[in-house]
């Protein structure tokens, strides 16, 4: 199917686990980014990245690892789970930096006890 | 230091009304800015944007004012519909042009 797939749509996990989460898009978008929407705080930036093997840190990257090997896929990997990092956590690509193409992952609920 | 501040969480409007959703931003620099929507359980939507250099956008329902000298802009949804329920985000591009640095989100509520 053509899009952007985030997956698992639910994941608990224990403090201290590493979980990885998976975006894949379909349109061979150079940019790729994730952020947590987080009440009180809406969407922050943590990773984005500008192609394949280019990432850069966002607004709030601590905990948080990004590769992107491919262009089509960009997992997001916490190294160490923390009780902060419950969230839920928005894959996006786009053909230009711009923004107006930002096509958003139906996101993933991120919960760690 | 936030960048896009939308100050109101909430709205709560009647069907057949206007909406106003408000947005101020601190960065003078900003070339354009955005308007998101977010329906429960989906990931944000882009609605409408406006440019820098214009001080109305319009796109149907949904009419995007910016008043520059005030670094303020607005969002307006005339006529308010239920299905125009969300969270609505206001968006700009970040100081290195890379990404979009989004408000805290405004929650409409259109009762019909």
């Known amino acids: 199917d053509a899009g952007i797939t985030q997956s698992p749509r639910y994941k608990i996990t224990e403090t201290g686990r590493q979980v990885t989460l998976m975006c894949h898009q379909t349109w061979s978008h150079s940019y790729m980014f994730w952020y947590r929407q987080d009440l009180g705080h809406g969407l922050r930036l943590i990773y984005y990245?500008?192609?394949?093997?280019?990432?850069d840190k966002g607004e709030v990257p601590d905990g948080y690892v990004v590769s992107r090997s491919k262009t089509e896929n960009f997992p997001l990997t916490l190294e160490s789970a923390t009780r902060s990092q419950t969230s839920v956590y928005f894959c996006?690509?786009?053909?230009?930096?711009?923004?107006?193409?930002?096509?958003f992952g139906s996101g993933t609920r991120l919960t760690v006890v | 230091d936030q960048q896009v501040k939308q100050n109101s969480p909430s709205l709560s409007v009647q069907e057949g009304r206007i909406s106003i959703l408000n947005c101020d931003y601190t960065n003078s620099m900003f070339d354009y800015f955005l308007w998101y929507k977010k329906y429960p359980a989906e990931g944000p939507t882009f609605l409408i944007s406006?440019?820098?250099?214009?001080d109305k956008n319009e796109d149907g329902r949904f009419t995007v004012f910016l008043n520059k000298s005030a670094k303020h802009l607005s969002l307006h949804i005339v006529p308010s519909q239920p299905g125009d329920s969300a969270v609505y985000f206001c968006a700009a591009p970040n100081q290195a042009g890379t990404a979009l640095i989004f408000g805290k989100g405004t929650t409409l509520s259109v009762s019909s």
């Open positions: 996006a690509s786009s053909e230009s930096v711009g923004g107006y193409g930002y096509t």
């Open positions: 990245s500008a192609a394949a093997d280019i990432t």
């Open positions: 406006i440019s820098s250099i214009k």
